[in-house]
């Protein structure tokens, strides 16, 4: 049983996020007891359901220490910090140092107060440009924006204080899409930027047409390819990461997982069944590539279940139909 191995609360920075409040839930279902730490900048108190919240800022040196001192958690989730390749290209700083210097000083905190597990929430973006058709975890890092270079840089760090006797996991989410199967938490970016909501808001008339960036990547339909996680299965994940770090004997270690379904979606393919599902045509018109963006990103899932025990259960369509259940539930 992992709640009669682990002391004290699960510290979950980003907990009042989308994939945040997710993984709340996951670890209060697990027996574990959450503690939401967020600066609500683009969370929500709403979300906070599973644990209590401390509001503040992962960068925060001396209320970092505090909630440490106070609340003595003994594992970390870390998955504050900004999510917007867009802006990060064009304010790289503001991903500098709020999703990289601010890691460093949640980190250092961890390793003085010697936490037993450290789970980290990077991104399939830290491949940059595929050579495989599959990424696997030891395709090579090559970063093509900011937000991507800050993600990897946390790694990086992850990898020192594992010479600090951390142990920690990176886990490198593809897409997240749908929203709590149980209705009581989803997606709600502000501004958003996801392709799956975006889809649901304009096919059901809450938002003007879906701009499908790029129509000239080498894909078979031309648009953009990814790699679609539901986002109450990649909330699991967390679980069995904190499980199988638990479970490792060396003093420190680092290790990074691909979490993804292991299949790929075209952005045309995912409009068209958004509007299948919605029973209308989703209204979209093509716009310029975005810097940064990558033709084609499919991962290999294969580490994370062999290592993790860890494996999607839920395919587009039911992302979709969740996604479509918390849009409408919002709106009513
Ligand atoms: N959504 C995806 O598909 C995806 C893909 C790859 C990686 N990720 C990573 O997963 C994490 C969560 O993503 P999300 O979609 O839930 O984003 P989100 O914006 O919904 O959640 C992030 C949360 O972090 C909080 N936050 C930001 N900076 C903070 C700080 N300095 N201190 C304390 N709280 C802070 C925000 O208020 C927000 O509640 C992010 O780190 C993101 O980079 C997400």
């Not at 601010?102 to 491949?127: M, N, P, W």
């Amino acid at each position: 049983m992992l709640s009669s191995t682990i002391r004290g609360p699960v510290l979950v920075t980003g907990g009042a996020g989308f994939i945040g409040s997710h993984v709340c839930k996951a670890l209060a279902e697990a027996g574990l007891q959450p503690l939401c730490l967020d600066t609500l900048e683009k969370g929500h108190e709403w979300a906070v359901r599973w644990g209590s919240l401390v509001k503040g800022d992962v960068g925060d040196g001396r209320f970092v220490e505090e909630v440490f001192v106070r609340h003595k958690p003994s594992v970390v989730v870390h998955l504050a910090g900004y999510i917007e390749v867009g802006e990060s290209v064009a304010n790289p700083e503001r991903y500098m140092v709020n999703n990289s210097a601010k890691s460093r000083v949640l980190i250092g905190a961890a390793i003085r107060h010697k936490v037993q597990a450290f789970v980290f929430s990077s991104t399939c973006s830290v491949y940059g440009l595929p050579q495989a058709d599959r990424l696997e975890e030891e395709h090579k890092i090559a970063p093509l924006n900011p937000y991507a270079i800050s993600k990897a840089s946390v790694e990086r760090a992850l990898d020192e204080a594992a010479w600090r006797g951390l142990r920690s996991a990176s886990l490198r989410y593809f897409n997240a899409a749908g929203a709590d199967p149980g209705g009581e938490i989803g997606e709600a970016h502000e501004p958003e930027t996801h392709l799956l909501p975006l889809a649901v808001d304009a096919a059901l008339g809450l938002r003007d047409a879906l701009v499908v960036h790029g129509e000239d990547y080498p894909t078979e339909d031309g648009s953009c390819v990814r790699d679609f996680v539901h986002v109450s299965d990649l909330a699991q994940a967390h679980v069995s990461a904190v499980q199988w770090l638990m479970r490792q004997k060396a003093r420190g270690r680092h290790d990074v997982f691909n979490l993804g379904s292991g299949n790929g979606y075209s952005v045309k393919q995912v409009v068209d069944q958004v509007g299948r599902m919605v029973g209308r045509p989703v209204p979209h018109v093509f716009g310029a590539r975005r810097p940064g963006d990558s033709p084609v990103l499919v991962g290999s899932i294969a580490k994370a279940e062999r290592e993790l025990g860890w494996m999607p259960t839920r395919d587009l369509e039911a992302q979709i139909e969740d996604a479509l259940r918390w849009r409408r539930a919002m709106i009513r």
